[in-house]
């Protein structure tokens, strides 16, 4: 880009009607740090993301903050804060309001906090003597402050797995107040996590389509008891996170390999592992190294978070077509999600990556053993054919039951997340304990994320994030225009919403760049 | 319409007699094995009872109701081949292997259109197929992480009850399948000497109740409805009722006096009892009965509210 097109891009920023003052500033940020140069590549890994083959999620060729932060916001609660001049918290209300001015000094990717705490576990010091009806009354004025001070989809709380009065506040509180914000991760222990609070769960869902349930054992052996799942199915270290999260399209990788699936798990898929690496391992040594991120931000300086506990995320997509691509390669017929054949290459294709990864030491990744954790990314909106992570296409899925056991395989390798979701018939409705059923089979089947939706509540999910309904209404034209079963194009239109009226509550992570 | 029509279809001149009737004993690999006549066998479902269960649909039922959803289940299927050459797929063939005429499915082919249901002379199916328990038992085995449990529905649950109280028996002594609960999904016209065979591992039944008054019982399904209310009355007496289920059909027994009677002699019976009050839709029924119109939510809103006046405590609409 050159100084002119630079300042027509800036101009366009700036005068852009749909745009908020604030989202403004954030792209016109975004355009500044686009200007500069990237970090040292070599030919073949800059050739790789220029084709998009390799994707970094336009976090931009100069990383001054890491990807993912997950405070220690049990630490700050206890310790208090220089840098922020504030002291312990003595009550619920000085802990609500602690929080609150933390948040807004939590950097992120999108300027957003991605992570706001395990609220049942950081809460629970001030909750002793406060009664159930003014827990919630507080929670209630502290749940619409988020959604409007921090209005991004990817904000993320967590709560369980213990049963937790706290637990039973947000998930009433989110079925009252219906809002975007904050995104909600329900931590489910099967020996632990009673019957009647995944019901809660379950009947919270109906209405708001959070929260996500994730497998609190399994992400324990990958994690250690002190993880979280932020932003959007991304699970990481409390006290710690993922430098950046750059992905490997295996759909584009499938295509260009010439021959069949063995020669492509033997040299080409290794190949571009390693190119990924190499752009992972550039970003992280000019946030430590370059920008030294770890040695100026408080969050690093007062032990909140600290480097030894970070590690980046090594995120794949399109592994359905890649499946496809390969088995006609083949000319075998099978489809992902539909064959066995073809779920068994996909399973090949994951074990192969997640062994590659674990045999690639990247520098400032102690919190994974010097290695990246892997990731099952769930798209964003420029994703047009190609299907996010390691899911089925959408609209082509079998069964529920096939589905799962068709996915699942998958679970066990993904450390920092994987989506699947799940579309419910309205009838689960009158039945929620069937869908305490299901979870609790899907996670018996080694699933470890679980996400499902309903037809009618009022919000949609696009690649992981929500969306109201509402907001979406007036274009529904346009929509269909676009074909609305496939998953690209609801992400397609939800682009297209963003780019003709403001909205007050965005999602910056998946529209990272303002539409053009 | 009367019931005698159901008899002769049903028991008499159907298939099931080839193979010894709905329900199937004999030796096999030196052991007795139960085998039912199965239509379809369905891994989840959320809505045959309380949590997500795996579903049995046996076929063949003793009832005709104007307002059934699955009539291709009432008759089984003699194997007049009539369906053999209409199959689009070419599933389908008539052979004499076992000395008389048998339709066979090649399930290979077979892409469920539904072609031979619709060219049936009785309106049955020829993809019902003899199950044997531990083949059941076995796909029940598959999806118990993600069951509360098993319902056998139909067709007729009761009608092959030696076969459900194999099944539920199995499935009460089979670590690991234990804990899973056991429903039927019934008419309510069998004796009291079923339900107390099935009882000792049943753990509820659910009981359709199409009319309170006698006649307009016949009319609805061709039968008489005295055994249904005793069923009923049983049930409640040694716990095993579940729910009793209201089929709304407009026109027929949804008038506000009608529901207020019925609701009288439930509460009688159990003012806790579970009901369900559901809405006639005209999904699957047979086309000389789908002129009858839908429920409106509006006056099942009113028939609850009746329901619920009269003392009812456990009213659920769908």
């Excluded at chain 1, 996670?443 to 009022?458: C, I, P, Q, S, V």
């Excluded at chain 2, 797929?89 to 259109?113: H, K, M, Q, Y």
């Excluded at chain 2, 085995?141 to 067709?155: D, E, L």
């Excluded at chain 2, 039927?184 to 753990?203: E, F, I, K």
């Amino acid at each position: 880009m050159d100084a002119e097109e630079a300042r027509a891009a800036a101009r366009r920023i700036v005068n852009d009607p749909t745009l908020t003052f604030h989202q403004r500033r954030h792209y016109l940020a975004g355009l500044a740090e686009g200007l500069l140069d990237y970090p040292p590549l070599g030919d073949e890994a800059a050739e790789a993301l220029n084709k998009q083959i390799i994707c970094d999620l336009f976090e931009g060729p100069a990383p001054y903050r890491a990807r993912y932060i997950l405070p220690d916001y049990g630490r700050a609660l206890a310790r208090g804060s220089d840098h922020l001049e504030l002291d312990p918290p003595g009550d619920l209300d000085e802990a609500l309001n602690f929080l609150l001015i933390m948040y807004t000094q939590v950097p992120s990717i999108t300027g957003y906090p991605v992570y706001l705490g395990d609220f049942d576990k950081i809460l629970e010091p001030f909750v002793t003597g406060v009664d159930d009806e003014t827990l919630r009354r507080k929670l209630r004025l502290f749940w619409i402050a988020v959604d409007r001070m921090l209005p991004d989809a990817f904000v993320h709380t967590d709560v369980g797995p213990g049963d937790s009065r706290i637990t039973r506040a947000v998930f009433a509180v989110d079925r009252e107040l219906k809002q975007v914000v904050p995104n909600i991760t329900f931590k489910v222990d099967p020996e632990l996590t009673p019957d009647d609070l995944i019901e809660d769960a379950v009947t919270t869902v109906f209405e708001t389509a959070k929260p996500h349930f994730v497998n609190h054992p399994l992400m324990v052996r990958d994690l250690g008891e002190d993880y979280a799942a932020v932003s959007c199915y991304n699970s990481l270290p409390v006290g710690g996170g993922s430098h950046t999260l750059t992905r490997l399209n295996l759909k584009a990788v499938a295509e260009l390999h010439q021959g069949g699936i063995e020669t492509f798990l033997a040299d080409t898929l290794a190949h571009y592992v390693e190119l990924t690496a190499q752009v992972i391992e550039a970003r992280i040594r000019y946030l430590v190294e370059e920008a030294r991120f770890f040695e100026h931000d408080f969050l690093a300086r007062e032990g909140l978070i600290s480097l030894d506990r970070f590690s980046a995320m090594f995120g794949v997509f399109g592994l359905a077509e890649a499946v496809d691509v390969l088995m006609e390669a083949e000319g075998r017929p099978g489809r992902y999600g539909h064959d066995a054949e073809a779920n068994e290459v996909s399973y090949r294709i994951t074990r192969r990556v997640s062994d590659l990864v674990a045999a690639r030491p990247l520098p400032y990744c102690e919190g994974n053993d010097g290695r990246a954790f892997l990731h099952s990314q769930s798209g964003i909106d420029t994703d047009i054919g190609v299907t996010a992570g390691t899911r089925v296409p959408i609209g082509d899925e079998p069964g529920m039951l096939e589905h799962i056991r068709a996915v699942a395989p998958h679970h066990d390798l993904f450390q920092a997340g994987v989506s699947d979701i799940f579309h419910v018939e309205d009838t689960a409705r009158r039945n929620p304990r069937a869908m305490v059923d299901i979870i609790r089979g899907a996670f018996a089947e080694g699933m470890r994320d679980f996400t499902f939706n309903l037809a009618t509540n009022g919000f949609i999910r696009i690649t992981g994030y929500l969306v109201r309904k509402c907001d979406l209404e007036n274009f529904d034209a346009e929509g269909a225009r676009h074909g609305s079963t496939t998953f690209a194009a609801g992400a397609e239109r939800n682009s297209h919403v963003t780019t003709r009226n403001v909205k007050r509550v965005v999602s910056r992570e998946s529209s990272p760049r303002p539409a053009s | 319409m009367t019931g005698e029509r159901g008899l002769i279809n049903r028991g008499l001149t159907n298939g099931g007699l080839v193979n010894g009737g709905p329900v199937n004993r004999g030796l096999v690999n030196g052991g007795l094995v139960n085998s039912g006549l199965v239509n379809r066998v369905l891994d989840f479902s959320l809505v045959d009872g309380p949590g997500n269960r795996l579903v049995i649909f046996v076929q063949g039922c003793n009832f005709d109701c104007i307002a059934c959803h699955n009539p291709y289940t009432i008759d089984v299927c003699d194997s007049c081949g009539g369906c053999v050459e209409p199959c689009p797929d070419e599933a389908l063939s008539l052979t004499f292997d076992r000395g008389t005429p048998e339709v066979v499915v090649d399930r290979n082919v077979c892409t469920e259109c539904d072609v031979c249901i619709e060219v049936c002379p009785i309106n049955s199916t020829p993809l019902a197929r003899r199950m044997e328990v531990s083949a059941l038992l076995q796909r029940i085995g598959s999806v118990a992480p993600f069951i509360s449990g098993i319902t056998v529905s139909g067709g007729e649950a009761t009608r092959q009850a030696d076969f459900v109280v194999d099944l539920f028996s199995a499935v009460k002594s089979t670590p690991g399948l234990d804990r899973l609960t056991t429903m039927v999904d019934t008419n309510g016209s069998a004796d009291r000497a079923t339900w107390d065979r099935l009882a000792p591992v049943m753990d509820g039944a659910m009981v359709d109740l199409k009319a309170l008054d006698p006649e307009l019982h016949l009319r609805m399904t061709g039968q008489d409805n005295a055994p249904v209310l005793e069923s009923i009355r049983h049930l409640a007496a040694i716990g095993k009722l579940y729910e009793v289920r209201l089929l709304m059909v407009p026109g027929h027994n949804d008038s506000a006096e009608t529901v207020k009677r019925t609701a009288e002699w439930l509460l009688a019976v159990d003012p806790d009892m579970r009901v369900k009050l559901i809405g006639f839709r005209r999904h699957g029924v047979r086309p000389h009965h789908a002129h009858i119109a839908e429920a409106e939510p509006e006056h099942l809103a009113i028939l609850e509210r009746t329901l619920r006046a009269v003392g009812l405590s456990g009213v659920v609409v769908v």
